[in-house]
Protein backbone atom coordinates (compact mmCIF):
# COMPACT_ATOMS: atom_id res chain seq x y z
CA UNK A 1 0.00 0.00 0.00
CA UNK A 2 2.98 2.63 0.77
CA UNK A 3 4.12 1.55 -2.91
CA UNK A 4 0.50 2.61 -3.93
CA UNK A 5 0.60 6.02 -1.78
CA UNK A 6 4.03 7.19 -3.00
CA UNK A 7 3.26 6.31 -6.68
CA UNK A 8 0.09 8.35 -6.67
CA UNK A 9 2.15 11.32 -5.42
CA UNK A 10 4.85 10.70 -7.53
CA UNK A 11 2.40 10.69 -10.91
CA UNK A 12 0.60 13.66 -9.23
CA UNK A 13 3.88 15.31 -9.11
CA UNK A 14 4.26 14.80 -12.59
CA UNK A 15 1.25 16.23 -13.84
CA UNK A 16 1.59 19.00 -11.53
CA UNK A 17 5.03 19.97 -13.15
CA UNK A 18 3.54 18.78 -16.90
CA UNK A 19 0.84 21.69 -16.41
CA UNK A 20 3.63 24.17 -14.94
CA UNK A 21 5.86 23.57 -17.34
CA UNK A 22 3.18 24.31 -20.13
CA UNK A 23 1.87 27.35 -18.20
CA UNK A 24 5.37 28.53 -18.61
CA UNK A 25 6.70 28.25 -21.95
CA UNK A 26 2.99 28.52 -22.87
CA UNK A 27 2.29 31.95 -21.55
CA UNK A 28 0.33 33.29 -24.51
CA UNK A 29 -2.54 30.71 -23.36
CA UNK A 30 -4.46 31.20 -20.72
CA UNK A 31 -4.35 28.54 -17.83
CA UNK A 32 -7.43 26.68 -19.00
CA UNK A 33 -5.84 26.22 -22.66
CA UNK A 34 -2.97 24.38 -20.60
CA UNK A 35 -5.03 22.66 -18.18
CA UNK A 36 -6.86 20.84 -21.17
CA UNK A 37 -3.40 20.21 -23.08
CA UNK A 38 -2.76 17.67 -19.71
CA UNK A 39 -6.31 16.67 -20.01
CA UNK A 40 -5.75 15.73 -23.40
CA UNK A 41 -2.48 13.78 -22.49
CA UNK A 42 -3.78 12.45 -19.90
CA UNK A 43 -6.87 10.80 -22.31
CA UNK A 44 -4.61 9.97 -25.50
CA UNK A 45 -1.82 7.75 -22.70
CA UNK A 46 -5.29 6.26 -20.69
CA UNK A 47 -7.04 4.94 -23.61
CA UNK A 48 -3.61 3.56 -25.24
CA UNK A 49 -2.48 1.85 -21.71
CA UNK A 50 -6.04 0.14 -21.15
CA UNK A 51 -7.17 -0.71 -24.32
CA UNK A 52 -3.99 -2.99 -24.41
CA UNK A 53 -5.05 -4.05 -20.96
CA UNK A 54 -8.36 -4.87 -22.35
CA UNK A 55 -7.35 -6.17 -25.91
CA UNK A 56 -4.56 -7.84 -25.12
CA UNK A 57 -3.14 -7.88 -21.47
CA UNK A 58 -6.06 -9.67 -20.18
CA UNK A 59 -8.64 -10.56 -18.85
CA UNK A 60 -11.51 -9.53 -20.53
CA UNK A 61 -13.58 -7.27 -18.45
CA UNK A 62 -17.23 -8.73 -19.37
CA UNK A 63 -16.08 -12.11 -18.57
CA UNK A 64 -14.03 -11.98 -16.06
CA UNK A 65 -15.19 -9.19 -13.29
CA UNK A 66 -14.03 -8.85 -9.66
CA UNK A 67 -10.26 -11.28 -10.49
CA UNK A 68 -7.32 -9.68 -8.48
CA UNK A 69 -5.71 -6.67 -10.01
CA UNK A 70 -3.05 -7.21 -12.02
CA UNK A 71 0.49 -4.76 -11.71
CA UNK A 72 -0.22 -3.32 -15.43
CA UNK A 73 -3.99 -3.02 -14.33
CA UNK A 74 -2.73 -1.09 -10.82
CA UNK A 75 -0.05 1.32 -13.28
CA UNK A 76 -2.78 2.42 -15.23
CA UNK A 77 -5.15 3.31 -12.17
CA UNK A 78 -2.15 5.20 -10.42
CA UNK A 79 -2.00 7.38 -13.51
CA UNK A 80 -5.66 7.93 -13.65
CA UNK A 81 -5.95 8.42 -10.03
CA UNK A 82 -3.17 11.51 -9.67
CA UNK A 83 -4.60 12.89 -12.88
CA UNK A 84 -8.15 13.20 -11.05
CA UNK A 85 -6.88 14.30 -8.08
CA UNK A 86 -4.85 17.34 -10.23
CA UNK A 87 -8.07 18.19 -12.32
CA UNK A 88 -10.65 18.26 -9.61
CA UNK A 89 -8.13 20.72 -7.41
CA UNK A 90 -7.64 22.85 -10.91
CA UNK A 91 -11.59 22.58 -11.51
CA UNK A 92 -12.53 23.63 -7.55
CA UNK A 93 -9.67 26.53 -7.36
CA UNK A 94 -10.56 28.19 -10.60
CA UNK A 95 -14.67 27.38 -10.39
CA UNK A 96 -14.86 26.43 -14.19
CA UNK A 97 -17.00 23.04 -13.66
CA UNK A 98 -20.72 22.58 -12.29
CA UNK A 99 -21.71 20.21 -9.37
CA UNK A 100 -22.04 16.86 -12.42
CA UNK A 101 -19.02 17.55 -13.25
CA UNK A 102 -17.54 17.39 -10.07
CA UNK A 103 -19.75 14.25 -8.66
CA UNK A 104 -17.85 12.25 -12.14
CA UNK A 105 -14.59 13.22 -10.53
CA UNK A 106 -15.37 12.42 -6.87
CA UNK A 107 -16.57 8.71 -7.96
CA UNK A 108 -14.19 8.17 -10.00
CA UNK A 109 -11.44 8.94 -7.15
CA UNK A 110 -13.16 6.94 -4.89
CA UNK A 111 -13.78 4.11 -6.95
CA UNK A 112 -10.43 3.68 -8.58
CA UNK A 113 -9.25 4.21 -4.60
CA UNK A 114 -11.45 1.45 -3.21
CA UNK A 115 -10.31 -0.70 -6.39
CA UNK A 116 -6.38 -0.62 -4.90
CA UNK A 117 -6.99 -0.70 -1.86
CA UNK A 118 -9.30 -4.20 -2.28
CA UNK A 119 -6.89 -5.37 -4.44
CA UNK A 120 -9.80 -6.57 -7.06
CA UNK A 121 -11.59 -5.47 -10.14
CA UNK A 122 -9.12 -3.72 -12.03
CA UNK A 123 -10.42 -4.66 -15.13
CA UNK A 124 -13.38 -3.10 -14.87
CA UNK A 125 -12.23 0.16 -13.20
CA UNK A 126 -9.30 -0.03 -16.24
CA UNK A 127 -12.65 -0.93 -18.38
CA UNK A 128 -14.53 2.15 -16.70
CA UNK A 129 -11.43 4.69 -17.63
CA UNK A 130 -11.14 3.51 -21.20
CA UNK A 131 -14.85 3.48 -21.87
CA UNK A 132 -14.70 7.32 -20.27
CA UNK A 133 -11.62 8.67 -21.73
CA UNK A 134 -12.06 7.42 -25.78
CA UNK A 135 -13.98 10.76 -26.21
CA UNK A 136 -11.62 13.02 -24.46
CA UNK A 137 -9.47 13.99 -27.18
CA UNK A 138 -12.68 14.89 -29.69
CA UNK A 139 -14.01 16.86 -26.23
CA UNK A 140 -10.81 18.76 -25.94
CA UNK A 141 -10.64 19.00 -30.16
CA UNK A 142 -13.78 20.63 -29.73
CA UNK A 143 -12.94 23.25 -27.31
CA UNK A 144 -9.85 24.05 -29.14
CA UNK A 145 -11.78 24.68 -32.29
CA UNK A 146 -13.83 26.94 -30.10
CA UNK A 147 -11.03 29.13 -29.24
CA UNK A 148 -9.66 29.61 -32.30
CA UNK A 149 -12.71 30.33 -33.98
CA UNK A 150 -12.97 27.39 -36.32
CA UNK A 151 -15.70 25.24 -34.35
CA UNK A 152 -18.31 26.48 -36.82
CA UNK A 153 -16.94 24.63 -39.73
CA UNK A 154 -17.67 21.33 -41.34
CA UNK A 155 -14.37 19.87 -39.05
CA UNK A 156 -16.18 21.63 -36.25
CA UNK A 157 -19.51 19.31 -37.07
CA UNK A 158 -17.77 16.05 -37.80
CA UNK A 159 -16.02 16.50 -34.44
CA UNK A 160 -19.52 17.04 -32.54
CA UNK A 161 -21.24 14.19 -34.08
CA UNK A 162 -18.43 11.95 -33.33
CA UNK A 163 -18.43 12.89 -30.34
CA UNK A 164 -21.89 12.17 -29.75
CA UNK A 165 -21.94 9.00 -31.26
CA UNK A 166 -18.85 7.73 -29.86
CA UNK A 167 -20.32 8.92 -26.43
CA UNK A 168 -23.74 6.88 -26.71
CA UNK A 169 -22.52 3.96 -27.55
CA UNK A 170 -19.32 3.65 -25.04
CA UNK A 171 -21.00 5.30 -22.14
CA UNK A 172 -25.15 3.79 -22.79
CA UNK A 173 -24.41 0.47 -24.92
CA UNK A 174 -21.48 -0.77 -23.73
CA UNK A 175 -21.75 0.73 -20.68
CA UNK A 176 -25.15 -0.80 -19.80
CA UNK A 177 -23.49 -4.24 -21.06
CA UNK A 178 -20.55 -3.80 -18.87
CA UNK A 179 -22.79 -3.56 -15.88
CA UNK A 180 -25.47 -6.06 -16.69
CA UNK A 181 -21.76 -8.28 -16.81
CA UNK A 182 -21.04 -6.50 -13.10
CA UNK A 183 -24.23 -7.11 -11.40
CA UNK A 184 -24.96 -10.57 -12.65
CA UNK A 185 -20.96 -11.91 -11.70
CA UNK A 186 -20.73 -12.98 -8.28
CA UNK A 187 -17.05 -12.50 -8.02
CA UNK A 188 -17.11 -8.44 -7.47
CA UNK A 189 -17.94 -7.05 -3.83
CA UNK A 190 -21.28 -5.31 -3.09
CA UNK A 191 -19.75 -1.99 -2.94
CA UNK A 192 -17.78 -1.84 -6.43
CA UNK A 193 -21.06 -3.13 -8.27
CA UNK A 194 -22.76 0.04 -6.40
CA UNK A 195 -19.95 2.22 -7.77
CA UNK A 196 -21.18 0.86 -11.02
CA UNK A 197 -24.73 1.66 -10.88
CA UNK A 198 -23.25 5.47 -9.77
CA UNK A 199 -21.11 6.16 -12.94
CA UNK A 200 -23.84 4.72 -15.34
CA UNK A 201 -26.44 6.90 -13.91
CA UNK A 202 -24.06 9.65 -14.16
CA UNK A 203 -23.81 8.76 -17.53
CA UNK A 204 -27.37 9.14 -18.41
CA UNK A 205 -27.05 12.58 -17.02
CA UNK A 206 -24.46 13.78 -19.16
CA UNK A 207 -26.42 11.91 -22.18
CA UNK A 208 -29.31 14.41 -21.17
CA UNK A 209 -27.29 17.53 -21.45
CA UNK A 210 -26.16 15.76 -24.60
CA UNK A 211 -29.28 15.48 -26.20
CA UNK A 212 -30.08 19.14 -25.12
CA UNK A 213 -26.68 20.20 -26.87
CA UNK A 214 -27.71 18.32 -30.42
CA UNK A 215 -31.19 19.47 -30.08
CA UNK A 216 -29.69 23.13 -30.23
CA UNK A 217 -27.05 21.96 -32.55
CA UNK A 218 -29.30 20.90 -35.26
CA UNK A 219 -31.34 23.59 -35.14
CA UNK A 220 -28.65 26.10 -35.80
CA UNK A 221 -27.82 23.98 -38.26
CA UNK A 222 -31.38 24.50 -39.97
CA UNK A 223 -31.19 27.73 -39.90
CA UNK A 224 -27.49 28.32 -41.42
CA UNK A 225 -28.61 25.90 -44.17
CA UNK A 226 -31.79 27.77 -44.70
CA UNK A 227 -29.87 31.28 -44.47
CA UNK A 228 -27.42 29.89 -47.40
CA UNK A 229 -30.58 28.59 -49.12
CA UNK A 230 -32.00 32.29 -48.86
CA UNK A 231 -28.95 34.14 -50.22
CA UNK A 232 -28.50 31.70 -52.98
CA UNK A 233 -31.35 32.12 -54.11
CA UNK A 234 -31.61 36.20 -54.34
CA UNK A 235 -28.09 36.01 -55.82
CA UNK A 236 -30.19 33.49 -58.48
CA UNK A 237 -32.59 36.34 -59.06
CA UNK A 238 -30.12 38.84 -59.19
CA UNK A 239 -28.29 37.65 -61.59
Known amino acids: MTL ?3 GVLLSLLGWISLYALLCHSNGSHGYEWNCRLVTLVHGILAICITAYIGYVDGPWPFSYPGTKN ?3 QMSAM ?3 L ?6 MAWCVYFRTEGLVMLAHHTISILGIILTLVLGESGIES ?3 IFGSEITNPLLQARWFLRQTGRYESRLGDAVDVSFVTLFVLMRIVVGANMLYCELISPRPKFVIKCGGVAMYALSW ?3 VD ?3 FTARKYRRWCHRRHRITETNGSHVKTD
Not at 82 to 87: C, E, I, K, P, R
Open 82 to 87: SYFLFD
Open 4 to 6: LVV
Open 78 to 80: VLS
Open 126 to 128: CAV
Open 70 to 72: TPL
Open 210 to 212: IAR
Open 205 to 207: VFT
